[in-house]
């Protein structure tokens, strides 16, 4: 019989899945009404139940089941009203660095790293933008040196969200500077915690806290050579899936479908912003005036536009129209949609958005989320870069001019006399 062809044949059947999920949920997931259970436990709760991690294989720590599966689970919890893993650390780890790690790593990495990303116990997070830009990833400059048995890591990282309380970073670097750029890069996994070598700085947010991002100095950090994710060399396609991952994840696709789509959500509740269903309320009860009126009948439009244009890549992810980097379109109508929900709220909020009043700064209000609310613009590469992909990889349009290209990275002008 043809390998996994058996396995095919047994798998359950999405509708019998998703009775037994039903089931299973109805007694054992808590309510949304109920006092929210640490995104931890709940990881904890899916994986020793079978259902985190459910298109990955068994023998990684999954159920061995597929993404509709997986995309029947999340949708009966937003049916029932359960809660699930909802933190964005786990979104990043779980539905980004998991299939990335899956679809790249060697056997004995997968065996090593999988079944504690899945379980929860080791967060994962991005290193892939460094201080000079993070659109010209390919740029890297972070430099993996290969010592005898293991490697040696040296430079900087920024932008990185959540570093300050992950376990493991996966790190673009450049191992080789005689090739063209994107033929030098390699990935590995930094472990975070305690490192030698290793200095993690929280950056400041516009609002004036210490946000979720950090930036990273790495001062001859040494890693086994286990550690490399993919082979040498390939580390621009390594981190070209994880932005693929990471955009479906915006746009809540594929391995990405974790709970609801992001434009979707309402964050009334939790951050005083109107999101769609409240904008809809809004229009229906609050006294608006005109102009504001018609931005919030956009901003509800785009947010209905944005789960169907979702759905649909999702219907052709499975049956095979919509490969490849589909997930740019999703994240790119998500982040405007966003982006414009949260400039509504404020104009319709008015003075209830202001974040000084008087005395102090508020840090719990529709004002302090605007003022991140570029985030998503930017966020796994901005709307420009989004843009470029849909024309060029997509439609097929010429691409964007580069002069360094086909140059040996040790050629290319980089501004800085000294870098070598
Ligand atoms: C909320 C948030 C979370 C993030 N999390 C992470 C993370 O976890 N890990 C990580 O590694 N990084 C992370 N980033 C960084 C993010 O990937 C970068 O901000 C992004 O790639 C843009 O890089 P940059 O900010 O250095 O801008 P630059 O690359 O300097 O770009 C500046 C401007 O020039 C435009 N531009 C640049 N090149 C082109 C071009 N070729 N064509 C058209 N326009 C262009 C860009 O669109 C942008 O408007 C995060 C960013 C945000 C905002």
Excluded at 251 to 268: A, F, Q, V
Excluded at 339 to 358: F, K, N, P, Q
Aim: charged share 20%; hydrophobic share 40%.
């Amino acid at each position: 019989m043809v390998a996994g062809l058996s396995d095919e044949m047994t798998m359950e059947s999405v509708e019998a899945f998703r009775t037994r999920t039903r089931a299973w949920m109805a007694s054992a997931l808590p309510s949304v009404e109920d006092p929210p259970l640490d995104s931890h436990a709940l990881q904890r709760l899916l994986f020793d139940n079978r259902f985190a991690g459910i298109a990955f294989p068994r023998e990684y720590g999954g159920a061995g089941l597929t993404l509709e599966h997986q995309k029947a689970f999340f949708d009966c919890a937003a049916d029932l009203l359960r809660q699930v893993p909802a933190g964005y650390d786990h979104l990043v780890s779980v539905g980004m660095l998991g299939p990335t790690i899956l679809e790249h790593g060697s056997h004995e990495a997968k065996l090593r790293f999988l079944p504690a990303l899945l379980r929860g116990d080791d967060v994962w997070i991005q290193l892939l933008s460094e201080p000079r830009g993070g659109s010209d990833m390919a740029g890297a400059t972070t430099r993996l040196t290969r010592d005898g048995h293991v490697y040696v890591l040296n430079g900087a990282k920024m932008w990185s969200t959540g570093a300050h309380v992950a376990d493991y970073g996966l790190c673009l670097c450049r191992s080789d500077w005689d090739v063209p750029k994107h033929r030098g890069l390699s990935t590995v996994a930094v472990p975070l915690r305690g490192t030698p070598g290793l200095t993690i700085e929280r950056i400041r947010a516009a609002s004036g806290e210490a946000g979720d991002f950090c930036q990273e100095f790495f001062d001859d950090v040494v890693l086994p050579t286990e550690n490399l994710i993919g082979e040498e060399g390939t580390g621009w396609a390594v981190a070209q899936t994880l932005l693929l991952h990471e955009r479906n994840a915006a746009g809540s696709i594929g391995y990405g479908h974790l709970g609801p789509r992001l434009s979707g959500e309402d964050p009334t509740a939790s951050d005083g912003l109107l999101g769609p269903s409240a904008l809809l309320a809004a229009l229906r009860h609050r006294r608006t005036n005109g102009a504001v009126a018609t931005k919030l009948a956009n901003a509800y439009i785009e947010s209905v536009v944005g789960a169907l244009t979702s759905a649909r890549i999702m219907a052709g992810l499975r049956v095979g129209t919509h490969r490849g980097g589909w997930g740019s379109v999703s994240k790119l109508q998500a982040s405007v949609a966003k982006h414009e929900c949260i400039r509504t709220s404020l104009a319709a909020l008015g003075a209830e958005g202001v974040i000084w009043d008087g005395a102090d700064v508020r840090l719990d209000n529709a004002g302090t989320v605007w003022l991140g609310s570029r985030g998503g613009t930017l966020a796994g590469g901005s709307n420009e870069m989004q843009r470029n992909i849909v024309s060029e990889r997509l439609l097929g349009l010429p691409r964007e001019p580069s002069l360094d290209r086909d140059v040996p990275f040790n050629q290319v002008l980089r501004g800085l006399p000294a870098f070598e």
